[in-house]
């Protein structure tokens, strides 16, 4: 061996351009991997919605109309089922359905030891002396869920007053309140819950399964009216959508054409997400609990991923996604689609206090002198007779 060779290394500044080419590398590569794993995620999410869509028409198949958008309970403020969970032996959850054995119409009295069909309000009051039957309520269900999206399997439970109810059993300390038209940053606390009359009776305390998809309820955004009794007038409480309180549509209600008619929607963590189950005390009032499963299209909500979030009037009663520039929406005819945040929207036809009835003098009207609405609009609406000439 030669004494004199020198063995050779790197040199520190080697080394150091070494990592630096390593770095650039990666940080040429990272963007690529999360493009791929988004566009993974969002077929994904595309996939789900497609699965419910079929399911929804397998439904009608053999009910011959789509699944009660929500089961009122006339006279009493209760939780009640919701369009997802009538959907339960349709994407393979036979065993979660029997378990919870729901009824497509409200039984009076609220009885925890009624047999066979039961209100969702049943299922809570049993479960205040036997937690097992609250289990199925909480059961992640992937179909449901957008993989985009970042809210837990249970729905959270901070509600933090501000703009919206400051008497709820979820207040929690936290940052400063909310102010009432909404927020428009992202935070971990959660501005309602799903306590109600019988859920918070729980202990601990109830949180229901996530959901990212809401049924499409339509363009009205008005109190339902009722009768001394609870009675729901059935002039102002349906909407033009597929799903709202004990809705019965069936295809020959949309006239507009299956394939221009929205049936589900996306809803993200940021617009606080939705649940499976049904709403919380409904009553008729046909307002804010029943978005917990359901959205309309109506002002002031009358954009894709409306900006502010965090109370009511915001988001929450919308549509919305975690993917960038839009949403996925199921239409009636199984198709998914993409909608875009830009879709021509416009709903400034003073329509909160319009019905659905066509029979109706104060039916909700697709165009007003030369003031039309939006496609968006008259996507979520199923018989506006107006042509849409694409989007």
Known sequence: MNANRLRRAFTLVELLVVIAIIGILVALLLPAIQAAREAARRAQCQSNLKQLALAANNYHSTNKKFPVGFVPSPGLNVESWGWGTFLLPYIEQQSIYDRLSPSTKFLQPVNGTRKGPRNLADVFVAGQSNPDEIVPLQQPLAVYRCPSDKTPDLVPCEQLGGGCAISDPCNNPGPPAYPPGGRRYETEHWERSFLGVNSSALSPRFLPSTSNYVGSFGMRDNQCSTSPDGVPNKDLCNSNGIFFGDSSVSVKDITDGTSKTFLIGERDGFCLAATWIGTRNN?????????????????????????????????????????????????????????????????ALNLPTCAASKTSPLRCRSQIGNTIIGVYQRLAWRDDEVPIEGY
């Not at 502010?308 to 009037?313: E, I, K, S």
């Not at 929450?316 to 998914?336: I, K, L, N, Y």
């Not at 993409?338 to 021509?344: G, P, Q, V």
């Open 283 to 347: 009553a008729d009032s046909q307002m804010h609990s029943f978005f917990w499963t359901l959205a309309h299209v109506a002002d002031p909500i009358k954009v894709v991923n409306h900006p502010t979030t965090g109370c009511y009037n915001t988001c929450v009663e919308g549509f919305s996604s975690a993917h960038p520039g839009g949403a996925f929406f199921a239409f009636c005819d199984g198709s998914v689609r993409w909608i875009d945040d830009d879709i021509s929207s416009n709903t």
